[in-house]
Each structure stands twice: as C-alpha cells, then as structure tokens.
C-alpha cells in the first residue's frame, strides 16, 4: 500500500537548467496538491491538479513555473531557468477529493 | 495568510501529555481544522482533524471549543519520537491547506 511517491528526493542544478520534480499520488487518488518550504518556514501551497485539470494554480510564480497531471503518469512540477532562490523543499499531497491529504517525502532542489 | 496562530515552540517532559493549542477565530463553519506534524524534514504527517465534535485516533486527541474558535492537540504520553513541528491548519473551501509557522514541540527526557 504505497503511500504518496517523490523523485528525485534531491536535484541538485545549476543557474539556468530546468528542473523537473515528480508526484506519484496514492492509489486511487486523482487530487494533487503542490507545496513549497523554504528554510525555517512553513509549506506554502503552489498548485492545485486534478487529473488533466488545474484547478487552483494562485500560490504558483507567474513565470518559469509550471504543473501538470496528465491522464496517465505522475504530476510533474518544473521549473525553468532556475535561480538560487528556487532552493527549497517542494512536498507534493494526494487525496481523493475534499478529503485528507497525504504528504511524500519531498524533493530537495539545489540552484548552484 | 495562514488563518490560525500557534505559540512557536514548547517543551513537554517524555510520558507525560502534551497539550498543543490553536487559535483560529476566523473559522467558518463548515471549514474543518486540521493537524500535521514535520519531523526533521521530511513530508508533513497527518495526525488528525475535527469539525466541530471532539475527536480521538490511535495518534491524538483533538479538543475543539464550543464556539470553534480554539482547538487543542493533546499527544497523551508523548515519547522522544514526537519531538516535531505541529502544524494546526484551517482546510479552505477548495481544500488548500495555509500552513503558519507551527509549535516546535522538544521531549525532553
């Protein structure tokens, strides 16, 4: 009974290359809820996926940032042109619905 | 903008209860309080949630006042292991969670 799935646990970039960070929800989870956590601070959420859909993308940057959750596969967070602020811990989270999220471990990203 | 405030940290002796408080006075009334702890750094682990009634798992014990302004998270004999961050969130409509800052629990032996 896996639980939610991150890769990779950790990315290490440098400034400019792309990053690409994956979220494989539970099983039976079409719900997906990205966060980020920035050093000493709280998650902030990100972006809000249903499979093919955005639902709610108004914690996302308005540029370099983008999600998706196709139909088949894992949501996938990338990030363009990264800079060394794009350093954090990025958590993915996956329900059913209105219901409880389930948090993965996280992907650390490193912007050399 | 997370809509509750937590003290920032607390010390609870090990096998004794502790008991972490909430304040979330702008609470509606069909949005659900909600409870995550982070250990070290890894993903947030969902403890527990109420809307109203008081509720009980093999985790936790959630207190939510009368007037569902205020909640307490009560860990009964709280081990080393529960040494975390405690994050009290007010679920919104679309299911967003704003996470604040948290209590920073230490067990202490």
């Known amino acids: 009974n896996a639980g939610v799935m991150q890769n990779p646990r950790h990315l290490v970039r440098r400034r400019g290359q792309e990053a690409r960070l994956r979220c494989s929800p539970m099983?039976?989870?079409?719900?997906v809820y990205w966060y980020r956590q920035l050093p000493e601070e709280g998650l902030k959420f990100m972006v809000y996926l249903q499979k093919e859909n955005i639902i709610d993308e108004s914690g996302m940057p308005k540029e370099r940032f983008s999600a998706e959750f196709p139909k088949e596969g894992p949501s996938i967070l990338r990030i363009q042109q990264v800079v060394r602020g794009d350093s954090a811990a990025y958590f993915c989270?996956?329900?059913?619905?209105?219901?409880?999220?389930?948090f993965g471990p996280g992907t650390r990203l490193l912007v050399l | 903008d997370a809509k509750t405030t937590q003290p920032p940290s607390m010390d609870c002796a090990e096998g004794r209860a502790a008991n972490l408080p909430c304040n979330h006075s702008?609470?509606?009334?069909?949005?659900?309080v909600y409870w995550y702890r982070q250990i070290h750094s890894q993903g947030p682990q969902y403890i527990i949630h109420?809307?109203?009634n008081n509720e009980t798992n093999e985790m936790a014990s959630l207190i939510i006042t009368e007037d569902r302004k205020s909640s307490t998270l009560i860990l009964p004999h709280a081990t080393l292991r529960d040494t975390a961050v405690y994050y009290c969130i007010v679920r919104g409509l679309n299911n967003d969670m704003r996470f604040g800052a948290g209590t920073r629990l230490t067990v202490k032996p």
């Open positions: 702008t609470i509606s009334g069909n949005e659900y």
């Open positions: 099983k039976g989870h079409s719900h």
């Open positions: 109420g809307l109203k």
């Open positions: 989270a996956s329900t059913t619905g209105r219901e409880t999220q389930y």
